[in-house]
């Protein structure tokens, strides 16, 4: 039987999660290692050796090791194109690279605003940290011009890579759903018709379902 790929981190972690999300859709067997950040686990020697920076998630696979979310996804769909959801990463040059604008999107446009509410609205109350209205203020208008890209662009096409489920969709699935379920900026999100639908389509999905109880189980662990 296949030894089970690891995956270091909290599932808490939306970076963590992404990851997970992807392992769930392409059906493969993955083993979660607890990474204790408060107590700087993350930034020992010998989780330096798989995570050179120092964060989660770190990945190994067959002997191999690799950091940063969206890479990991990106080989997990390639190394395991025949299981799961196969069209997942697309199965032709041109749907790849659809995929691949919008996984750019995910990261340099839409991660980097709602990460920084994420953080203020859910994570610095929780962490007796101030929350700064200003940058609250500041992403919360970044993030709503991205969104009304994506309602012309979901006006158009069911998912934003075309009319299937793709990496694309499930990058931006931890980011929303902490701003949808842990935050009262959810509206971002369901006052858009289509970026609504999309929302309730993408984070109905089985594979996200886990993730999410398996977050919050840790929770009330």
Known sequence: MATPVKVYGPAMSTAVSRVLACLLEKNVDFQLIPVN??????????????????????FEDDGISLFESRAICRYICEKY?????????????????SI??????????????SS?????????????????????KQNEEKLSKVLDVYEKRLQETRFLAGEEFSLADLSHLPN???LV???????????????????????????WKKVVDMQQKKTSA
């Open 181 to 207: 379920s842990a935050t009262d900026r959810g509206e971002l999100f369901t006052s858009r018709d289509n970026v609504g639908r999309w929302w309730d389509e993408i984070s109905s999905r089985d594979s």
């Open 37 to 58: 950040m408060s107590k700087g686990e993350h930034k020992k020697p010998d989780f330096l050796k798989i995570q050179p920076f120092g964060q989660v998630p770190a």
């Open 81 to 97: 194109a025949d299981q799961g959801n196969k069209g997942l990463y697309g199965t032709n040059p041109l749907a790849k690279a």
């Open 176 to 178: 929303a759903q902490y």
């Open 116 to 136: 920084a509410l994420v953080f203020q609205l859910a994570f610095a109350p929780r962490m007796k940290i101030k929350q700064d209205q200003v940058a609250i």
């Open 100 to 113: 691949d604008q919008w996984l750019e999107a995910e990261g340099q446009s839409f991660s980097p605003p």
